[in-house]
Structures are given as C-alpha cells and as structure tokens.
C-alpha cells in the first residue's frame, strides 16, 4: 500500500533536461539626431540638494581629449568659466560643484573644480544657483556658442540645443543623468527624453558593475516557513571571525541571541538596517538592537534627515555574510514570520552559498552601504540595552566540499536590476517553462508597462509555459492596498485575449503558509533566481536588493518542486507533502515493487484466503475425522469430546489460576 502511494503521487520522468544559459540579447540602440557629435554632454545634473553641493558634470563622447578652457556652465543668471588648461579626456567626465567640501563628505569622492570652498580648482565668475522647481544649464564654450542644455521643472528655456517640453524635476536628493543606448554611449537628441530614465538616481549611491562569474561553492535551498529558523541559525553559529548582516528589519530574538552569542566566541558581528522602513521601526526591533548593542554587535541604520540624503529609498535586502566565505541570500527579514521557530509563517525562498567570490562582491557592497563616513549609515543607540535571551543550543552548519562551476550573476538593485544579460536575460532564455513567485507586481512602472511583465509575456510569445503566483493574504487581496486580485484578472485577461500559455494564480493562505512572500524565478527547472526584490519599479530602480542568478539544475529544481506544489495547493511539508521525485529512485521502487511481489506469489499456497492453514487439531475421539468440516461449516461439540488439560506432578494451583485469569481477560466474540 505504501509504495503504491507513493508511485501515484510522484511523476516518472522529469519534464526537460538542463541547459546552459543562452546569450542574452541587448536592447536597440536609442535613435541619434544626424548632426555631428558634440565635444562634450552635460551627462549629469544634481539641483535639488539638502546642502549646498549641487553639481553638474560634463563627459566627452569622442575618442579625442577636448580642451574646455574658457568655456562655461550657466543657468542664464550666473556664469562659472573653466580656467586655463582645463582638458577634458578622451571618454572622461570633469565634475563642477558648488562646495567641493560638501560633496566631498557627502559622496566620498573629489570633486574637478569648485564653484565654492573646497580643495579643488576654482572656477572663474559667478556661481549658477540652480532653482529645485525648475531652471536649466547651457555649457557654452569662448564664443559663447550653446554646446549642449539641459531644462527641467517650470524653466522657459526654448533656445539652442533644447528641443520641445522641459524634462521632470527631480525630487530632493536626486540626479538627473543622461540615458545611454545600448552600447554604451550617451544619447544626445536634445530632448526631455535623454533625461528620462525608469531609474532615479540619489546622491551617493554606488555603481556597482558585477557581471558573471562561475560558482563552485556548493549552493543549498532553504523554503520557508518549512524549515523554520534552523537553518539560519546554524549558518550564523558556523562563523569563526566576522558576521555581516544586511536587512531590511530585525524582530527575531532567536537570530539575534545568535549573533550576541557569537560575539562571545570573539566574533566581530556587524548589522545594518533600514532605518526608516512602512510603518516605522517596531518596537520589538528596537528591543532586539538594544540586545545586540548590548552584546556587543555593531549596529547601523540606513536613514536620512533634514541636511542627509539616504542613498536608497529601503534598505530591502535580506542577505548575511560568514567569515567572508560564505553567504546567505533571501528574501525574508530576520522575524518570526521569516524564520518561524514554529514552522507556520511566510513562504520565502532562501540560498547558502559556500563560494568566497560570492561573499567577497557581497562584502564590498557590505562594506560600502555601512561605512561610517557616509553621512546616511548612522550609529545605532537604544535607551534600554537589556540583554537577549540565551541562545538556543544548536549544530554549526558544516563546511560543503567545492562542486563543478556553474555560471551565476548577482543582482545587485538598483545598480544592475535592469542590466540585459541579467533578470531579462534569464527571462529570454526559457524554452519550456518559466515560474515567477512574488509577493505582488506592478503592471505598470510610471507611464509604461512593466519591463519584467513584458518580459514574461515575451516567453510566452515564444511558446514557453509561463505562471505567475502572487500572495493572495488578506492584505494583498482584500485590504485598501490590496489588487493582487484585480492584477491576477487583467494579466489573465489579457494573456487569453492573444492566445497565450500564461497564467497568474493567488496563493491563499494554507496549512503552515500565511502568505507568500519570496520574490524569485525557475526557468526550465535548471536556473534559478532567488532575491529581496519585489516586481515594482521602486524596488528595481531606488532600494538596495540583493539577489542571485545561478545555473543550477539540482537548487532549481528544490525551488521548482516548492513551486507546483503551492501552484497546485498542495503542502510542501508534513507526511502528506512526502513524494518520491527523482526518476532513478523511482525506477528503483518499481523495480523492488516487481521483484517483492514475485516472491511473494511464488511462495503463497493455493489454500483458502490464500494463506497457509495452520496445523490440525488432534482430537482422542474415535469420530475425530469428521470433526473437521467443511468450508463455511459451524458445528458444536459434545462435552466429552473437549479436550480437558492433564495434572502435572509438582504445579501450583496459583499457576493454573494465572492462566484461568489470562483466559478470561481474552475478549469473546462480542469484542472481536
């Protein structure tokens, strides 16, 4: 009975074999104007500041170094002169700042020249003053000639090197940066269009430019809510010498008693929040900071004020670094909900890589999210520093032997969330099947269609089955803010309308599952993308996500069998969630089914119930033959004929009184 449980619920064969990552396709070149390129850009303008470090910088598109003494930067009000011998590089970028001090502390970085204080070449004339509502910049060289303009808010400017509308203003603490087409130069067609960008950028973020790599760390899938905080917490108990924690928030005391406990092992243990996240930080937060501060860890939060510009809008990651070796990348937040100790919480997807390339690009953007000099990442202080809980008594998690190279991509928000070769080139090369878990997607990012969601309707285009899940909890269905439910009709809708193989289907809350909360991909079982990030534009383009693209057919598929399992309301644990999936294993339950019931019909005798009748019954009658009767035959006995036992020499009455007892407790037919 039990194998053919388990052969009823389990598929023979799986549904594709692996393959290797396709090349990703870039996008088309943006369209050029036919006039000649110009000697130089205005590339990037920074005018809504929370200090006085507004800033514009200039590039040179030509392979040719270009001299811009006595040229000049405007806002037809005031006029800042470049000083003799001025030379901007061939493919560089000169940086004029209001106070190069300013900019200094607040980017870490040098300016060229200043308009202002600050170690840094001065600049002649008077400084522009750029106004947050509105203005715009001319770069204009000796004869006064408009080499290029830049116009944004409420400006009137209509002039040389301005075509149509003025571009959007930017909010406090953003850049204005000219787009680039797809390989890689600037666009320059004189209109609001070269400004508008699907990203914002704030001051002080970073670039970072990771591209692939091959992993040989071995790679394991936590799930949760089923694996509860275990996992984690043995992570965390394996470091040696320093623990890296960034997450978006911190509420779970277990984890933290971790992190205080290894502190006592003389493990350096730094962690940096959000310091501003919805709803503001809780109050159970702030009691597990205090406990780490109190044993010692170094924490920080992310957070802004009214002359510091905070570089993301959320610190959404959720990842952790262990003696710069080893890494773990999710998409839930060091809480119960996350990592429940009693197993009921979110769905979430979760990756232990043991791979020291990994978790030394994890480390260097660790590094600059928390340094101290950026006026953003702020010390934390709580009133009350009382102390955590003991922690809980678990087994390190071991060291994974290296396994053969996969190739693998960081996701790195927002510095290269929209890169093609990364989540879009993992979108275009599915072939069979492409599975997208999210906590909610926005159709829409601004006045367009999501590039995700395109992306995904493109896949189906090419015939590969996609499905989409979405978190069908309350408070994304039926509360104010909830439409995953509306989004669910209208991508339905319109992916029947053009005869599609796509579908989005809610998971409600179920079992051990309150909502689903992991932000992550399978495409033909064999690659996989776990992350922190949500399918919205503000996610994509203005919060630090940390996520992971790897080839790997065995981690994908735990996270694909995760996925049709809650596709189909099906549970992921407990006795009933037990299948039998890997086809060799199957063929050998087959095998050992045929083989146990060969056996077995070889040895049954051909009797009555098919089973081997037990030994006669003597009897001291002569008519003891014809005692035994027929099948499905009751007769009764004479008295003289039961068998009566014989007295032993040497037997205690108690004995037989023992036995009289035991025969009487044995239940009659009434009881059978």
Known sequence: ????????????????????????????????????????????????????????????????????????????????????????QAGGRLLVTRNATSYAEDTLETADFTMGPGDARQMEGDAPRLADAGDEVLLIDPSGAVVDAYAWGDSSYAGPGWIGRTAERM??????????DGGGGWVDRDTAEDWEGIRHHRLGQSSFDSGAFELRGATTAVLSPDSGDLPLLRFLAAARSTIEVGVYTFQSERIASVLAEAVGRGVRVRVLLDGSPVGGVEEDEHRVVGGLLAAGVEVRWLAGGTDVVKRYRYLHAKYALVDGSAAWIGSENFGTAGFPSDHDGNRGWS????????????????????????????????????????????????????????????????????????????????????????????????????????AAFAAAHRGVSVRILLDGSWASVEADTGTNDDVLERINRRATDEHLPLEVRLLEPRGSIERLHSKGAVVDGRAVLVSSMNWALGSATENREVGLIVDDPVLARTFEISFDADWDGRPTSGVDAWRLE???????????????????????????????????????????????????????????????????????????????????????????
């Open 351 to 454: 990756v232990i890589v043991d791979d020291a390339d990994l978790a030394g690009i994890l480390r260097n953007v660790f590094e600059t999210d928390f340094d101290p000099r950026r006026p953003d990442s702020m010390a934390a202080r709580e009133p009350g520093l009382v102390p955590l809980p003991p922690a809980p008594s678990i087994v390190p998690w071991p060291p994974e032997p290296p396994t053969p190279p996969r190739p693998a991509r960081i996701v790195l928000a927002p510095d290269t969330t929209l890169d093609p070769e990364g989540i879009f080139g993992l979108f275009a090369s599915a072939k069979v099947r492409l599975s997208i878990d999210a906590f909610y997607l926005d159709e829409v990012w601004g006045d367009a269609p999501s590039p995700f969601l395109e």
């Open 171 to 180: 909010g406090r603490g953003e850049i204005a940066v000219r787009g680039r």
């Open 1 to 88: 009975m039990l194998a053919a449980l388990v052969l009823a619920s389990s598929p023979l064969w799986a549904e594709s074999e692996a393959e290797p990552l396709l090349p990703r396709p870039r996008p088309a070149s943006a369209p050029f104007s036919d006039a000649p390129q110009a000697d130089a850009l205005l590339v990037r303008v920074y005018a809504n500041t929370a200090r006085d470090d507004e800033f514009v910088e200039i590039g040179n598109p030509n392979p040719e170094s270009t001299d811009v003494s006595g040229w000049a930067l405007t806002d037809r009000e005031g006029t800042a002169t470049f000083p003799l011998d001025s030379i901007l």
């Open 582 to 672: 890997d086809p060799l294993a199957l063929v050998a339950l087959y095998a050992l089914v045929a083989v146990a019931s060969a056996l077995s019909l070889r040895k049954l005798r051909p009797r009555n119930k098919d089973i081997k009748p037990g030994a006669r019954v003597r009897t001291r009658a002569s008519l003891g033959a014809h005692l035994r009767g027929r099948y499905r035959e009751v007769r009764l006995l004479p008295a003289q004929l039961v068998a009566q036992p014989r007295p032993r020499a040497g037997r205690r009455s108690g004995a037989r009184r023992g036995r009289s007892e035991a025969r009487g407790r044995v239940r009659g037919p009434e009881g059978d």
